[in-house]
């Protein structure tokens, strides 16, 4: 257990909808980082916050967007959901603001499926 | 960009040994270990930063070869537990910290 929790842990849902995922990282971690991990596309990074601001952006679509909260906690919101879309989506969160350099201590990932 | 993991896939019986490979076409800053075991998270095995350090814990040790913008991953008298799929996340020098992982490398202990 890394201490990182991620709710809900699955989640099915029809094209165009929209949902929200939501993180909570380990305790004293100030960075949150959104990944998505398909069959096809492997494991991808999405966003990273550090400590309520937006750190760094990888590959993430206008069709979704993130925020992280005064308590830390995160949420990625997706939205005119497709079929693509469908995938693991893991947060993973680390104590300082450097990726690069610091640890990434992965939650068990919400899978959506869109139907 | 996406760093290059060799081999794709690899059995072995327990008591083996294991190299695993990561290659990338830029410099890097780092590289990031992980093992993720089907519909789990990735667990977080070490990480090298740059220097070309060499690293390890218990039967599983790493290397970051600078130059060559390479890392390698060494398993040693492999386990049942080592099963999994392992990754590499390489971050190039001079970037705001995301990492790339690579498409992993599948290792498959039997008894």
């Known amino acids: 257990d890394s201490g990182v929790t991620q709710t809900p842990k699955h989640l099915i849902t029809a094209t165009g909808q929209r949902v929200t995922l939501r993180c909570s990282p380990r305790s004293g971690d100030l960075s949150v980082y959104w990944y998505q991990q398909s069959l096809d596309q492997g494991l991808q990074f999405l966003i990273q916050y550090y400590n309520g601001e937006e750190r760094a952006k990888g590959n993430i679509l206008e069709r979704f967007s993130a925020q992280q909260f005064p308590d830390l906690h995160s949420e990625l919101n997706l939205s005119s959901l497709e079929l693509g879309d469908s995938a693991l989506y893991f947060c993973a969160s680390s104590e300082g603001g450097q990726g690069a350099a610091d640890t990434q201590y992965f939650g068990p990932g919400t899978r959506l499926t869109v139907l | 960009q996406q760093p290059v993991q060799s081999p794709q896939a690899v059995i072995l019986r327990e008591g083996e040994d294991a190299v695993i490979n990561c290659s990338s076409s830029k410099a890097l800053y780092s590289v990031h270990w992980y093992r993720q075991k089907h519909g789990e998270a990735p667990v977080f095995l070490m990480i090298?930063?740059?220097?070309?350090e060499q690293k390890g814990h218990d039967k599983i040790s790493a290397s970051f070869n600078e130059k060559k913008q390479q890392s390698s991953l060494y398993l040693t008298a492999s386990q049942l537990s080592y099963s999994g799929t392992y990754f590499c996340?390489?971050?190039?020098?001079?970037?705001?910290?995301?990492?790339?992982f690579g498409k992993g490398t599948k290792l498959s202990v039997k008894p």
């Open positions: 090298l930063l740059k220097g070309g």
């Open positions: 996340g390489t971050a190039p020098d001079g970037s705001q910290g995301n990492l790339i």
